[in-house]
């Protein structure tokens, strides 16, 4: 699965889900949870100040791992007494780091990918595995993908390769308000990236606000599937976590999601990762290690352990 080649990969999808193909009788039967989960920390923040507390909690709720961005173990270790220190502290280890880069404009390439690499070698140094990779460049409005086809394929797949070359697994991560949202983009950049390279690592709930159908891309990509982000998207006006809610409490089908990806487990680089978006501009009904704990009660009771 994990060298699926893109003329096996569009065999599948041709199949009709991969899923199913993979996993004819996850619909009738009743599935071992045994994936472990980790969180993402952007709950609690999106800058190096919030690191401290959001391991502190993910301890307490027992979350396996957790993920943040490249730029803050970048920070931690160059200005704040080092990222072992404080990941060791806490006692929970990271498992990924979340990189944007520019897959628009080639006149930045060079730069993107040194930053890049700076990012895979701190990761790797703190026992990490996994680039949860996101392209950025634009702004949406008037966006058009198929203007951008070559630039976006070189880019991501020159990105791709020098994440697997320091030894790292790069994934894919769809999001919206970046060049890789819509249902069609997702689909059209899959089937022509190199897969050998980059795989996905797909957010449930990113997908459901972009207007997909996040079950039946987790289904079609699964083979690929290496990091996810699960994410609930309650809609409607900004909650305080930009649309999004604790797990169980939106409308994404969270569990179909998680059927399908227990096929995968001790195959996947990466975990399963709870996430739940923070604006801090509107105040929220939980904060945030309440919110951690409804979303980790929730996989509780469909049998997934977490750490006392």
């Not at 080649?5 to 009743?30: N, Q, V, W, Y």
């Not at 959001?54 to 270790?77: C, N, P």
Request: net charge neutral; glycine share 10%; with cysteine.
């Amino acid at each position: 699965m994990k060298n699926i080649t893109r003329r096996d990969f569009t065999k599948i999808l041709s199949l009709g889900t991969a899923g199913t193909f993979l996993a004819p009788s996850l619909a009738c039967s009743e599935i071992a949870r045994n994936n472990k989960i980790g969180a993402t920390f952007i709950l609690w923040g999106y800058g190096a100040d919030n690191l401290e507390v959001s391991l502190s909690d993910m301890a307490k709720l027992g979350y396996h791992s957790f993920e943040t961005f490249g730029h803050v173990i970048q920070e931690w270790e160059e200005k704040r007494g080092g990222f072992k220190e404080v990941v060791a502290k806490h006692g929970v280890p990271i498992i990924s780091a979340f990189c944007m880069t520019d897959v628009l404009d080639p006149s930045k390439r060079k730069d993107e990918l040194k930053k890049l690499i700076k990012w895979c070698g701190l990761l790797k140094e703190n026992g990490g595995k996994v680039i949860e990779y996101c392209p950025t460049g634009i702004k949406r409005e008037g966006y058009d993908y198929k203007e951008h086809k070559k630039n976006l394929v070189e880019s991501m797949n020159e990105y791709a390769k020098a994440v697997t070359d320091q030894g790292l697994v790069c994934a894919l991560h769809p999001h919206t308000g970046t060049p890789i949202e819509t249902r069609e983009e997702v689909y059209f950049i899959m089937e022509n990236l190199d897969t050998k390279y980059m795989k996905f690592g797909p957010d449930v709930g990113q997908l459901e606000k972009g207007g997909a159908d996040p079950v039946k891309i987790v289904s079609d990509f699964l083979p690929l599937i290496e990091h996810v982000h699960l994410k609930d998207f309650a809609g409607g006006n900004d909650n305080g976590y930009l649309g999004y809610a604790p797990l169980g409490e939106g409308k994404v089908y969270l569990k179909k999601i998680l059927d399908m990806l227990e096929t995968r487990k001790g195959t996947m680089a990466g975990m399963i990762m709870f996430e739940l978006d923070s604006d801090k501009k509107n105040k929220t009904a939980l904060n945030e290690f309440q919110a951690a704990k409804v979303s980790r009660d929730y996989l509780s009771k469909l049998g997934y352990q977490f750490k006392a």
